[in-house]
């Protein structure tokens, strides 16, 4: 609840990165991480966070 204020240690991603994009899909109670960059190397990776069961999923990967 973002109006909340708390912060809570989530799971670990499967792949660290920073500069990448987050989309929240409330139908599917999953946020996806897409792309950004590890050690500066661009990332073409993407995972979903399922809001229900705390796991990351790996998802099928950019087409770049």
């Known amino acids: 609840d973002c109006r909340e204020v ?3 240690k989530l799971a670990d991603m499967q792949v660290g990165r920073s500069s990448h994009s987050m989309v929240y899909d409330h139908s599917r109670k999953l946020v996806f991480v ?8 661009f990332l073409k990776t993407c995972e979903g966070y399922n809001l229900n069961n705390g796991n990351w999923i790996k998802m099928t990967d950019l087409n770049v």
């Open 6 to 8: 708390s912060i809570k």
């Open 34 to 41: 897409v792309g950004g960059f590890e050690n500066g190397k």
